[in-house]
């Protein structure tokens, strides 16, 4: 229901009309910027060089909802469709409308204004085009910017179009007419509106137009931009195929607007990156991991130096290589038990060491508390170098429980072949001479001097020993008195 207290058109017209004295009148198509002094439901009023007045019919700046996205104090730009300086009427417009005359046709060719004409009919090679009793011609190359087949185009006949004049003839006999072109200034236009709204922090509504695994482009309206693969989702694994389809409708924030060189004529001259995740809540914000204690995560990739585990959506961790273990094949998918080592908040890196066996999710681990110096330890020989071998105590996992055995430690003779003597996965057992973080020192020697040094205190404490404590009547006869 209209609003009845609402001004009509002529009362606003009049309110706002002031007659310029003195002043050049604008021409039939001159091009021109003014500022938006009211917008009123039938029309929109404009001041031109300070005190011209001039309006906008309001149905032609309306939107595809119905809506004018102007306010007081915007400025714009359009061209002089009607000059009437009798009543001091001014209006401009972003089309010349129905033309009456080949006089209103050439204005609009000069002004490079489109015009609304009727397709009347389809003859060889295009359509007919009616401008109010003056015939017109548009070429079958010029009815929209993709091609259209002589078969569909009976589809047009009936429509009212809008044109742009290319070529005025024989004094108007022969009128050359190009819907494409006009197609084609819209979209030029529209993207010169969309462009001056796209800064950094901006956010704005698209479509999706095309998905690659390196990202999703998206036509902001004329204008397209690329979400990059790391601005998809705070989680890394998610595939753009995945979280996004052609079509789609999104909101999105602008990160960057960077100047480029066109790689061919017509090219865009600028670098738009979006952001999906930027309007997304981020999972690091109130991260419930806590450095010691046990979680379940699952492996996302492997590399050459550890494998991510997932630990929430968008957080994952890295168990370094030198945690795994030399052979150990965990595949993508895994469910791995972890405990967290370190988390850097700041760089948003967290480090993981797998969990001891038995490790429940959510305790708190003081990894490996029992292995100090002097302990006697049993492990695996994991490794075997030139200057050593490398043994995992029982029950821990990671390079924490990893320890040296040096040569000089082993206690075998110089020259034996370490690979012979102690393949893979033979169990030792070794004395714990140093600890620390990449500093666990063994000795299997020290463990046989051990063993042999707790073995002669027990034999000889054996010897001494008496092996039966006699009667009571020995006992009396040796005692003296």
């Not at 046990?294 to 585990?309: D, I, Y």
Request: aromatic residues 4%; hydrophobic residues 40%; glycine residues 12%.
């Amino acid at each position: 229901m209209t609003d009845e207290k609402e001004d009509s058109f002529a009362v606003l017209f009049e309110r706002e009309r002031v007659t310029p004295k003195r002043r050049r009148t604008p021409r039939v198509g001159e091009r021109l910027e003014g500022v938006v002094v009211q917008v009123g439901r039938d029309a929109v009023f404009v001041e031109l060089d300070g005190k011209l007045q001039a309006f906008f019919e309001a149905d032609e700046l309306r939107d595809p909802e119905g809506t004018i996205a102007l306010s007081e104090g915007d400025k714009i730009v359009a061209h002089v469709v009607e000059v009437d300086p009798q009543r001091g009427v001014i209006r401009l417009g972003r089309s010349m409308g129905k033309p009456s005359s080949i006089a209103a046709l050439e204005q609009a060719k000069a002004a490079g204004l489109s015009v609304d004409g009727k397709v009347t009919g389809v003859n060889k090679g295009g359509l007919d085009i009616d401008f109010g009793g003056t015939r017109a011609f548009c070429p079958m190359s010029q009815i929209d910017q993709v091609r259209v087949d002589e078969a569909n185009v009976k589809a047009f006949i009936g429509q009212t179009l809008q044109f742009l004049v290319t070529d005025i003839r024989d004094g108007g006999k022969n009128v050359v007419v190009s819907r494409r072109a006009f197609l084609q200034q819209q979209a030029s236009e529209m993207a010169a509106h969309v462009m001056s709204q796209i800064v950094p922090g901006a956010v704005l509504t698209g479509t999706v137009s095309g998905v690659r695994d390196f990202g999703a482009f998206v036509d902001l309206g004329g204008v397209e931009g690329l979400i990059p693969r790391s601005e998809i989702a705070h989680d890394r694994s998610v595939a753009v195929s995945d979280a996004l389809k052609a079509g789609d409708a999104v909101e999105v924030q602008v990160r960057e607007v960077k100047d480029i060189e066109p790689a061919r004529p017509g090219a865009p001259t600028k670098k738009i990156t979006l952001s999906l995740k930027a309007l997304t809540v981020d999972p690091w914000a109130e991260l419930p991991i806590v450095e010691g204690r046990v979680a379940q995560g699952t492996v996302t990739r492997s590399t050459e130096f550890g494998v991510f585990v997932r630990l929430a959506p968008g957080v994952e961790g890295l168990v370094h290589v030198s945690e795994i273990g030399r052979g150990a094949k965990i595949a993508d998918g895994e469910e791995m038990r972890v405990v967290v080592k370190k988390i850097d908040r700041a760089s948003r890196k967290i480090s993981l060491v797998p969990a001891p066996d038995g490790a429940e999710i959510g305790a708190t681990v003081v990894m490996n508390a029992s292995i100090r110096v002097g302990a006697i330890v049993s492990g695996v020989v994991e490794r075997i170098e030139s200057y050593g071998l490398f043994v995992q105590i029982d029950g821990t996992k990671g390079r924490a429980g990893r320890g040296l055995v040096p040569n000089a430690e082993i206690g075998v003779p110089r020259g034996t072949d370490l690979r012979r003597a102690f393949p893979e996965g033979t169990k030792v057992t070794a004395k714990v001479l140093e600890t620390g973080e990449g500093r666990l020192r063994l000795s299997m020697k020290g463990a046989r001097d051990a063993e042999e040094r707790a073995d002669y205190e027990a034999a000889r404490g054996k010897a001494a020993a008496p092996t039966s404590l006699g009667t009571f009547a020995d006992l009396f006869k040796n005692r003296k008195l």
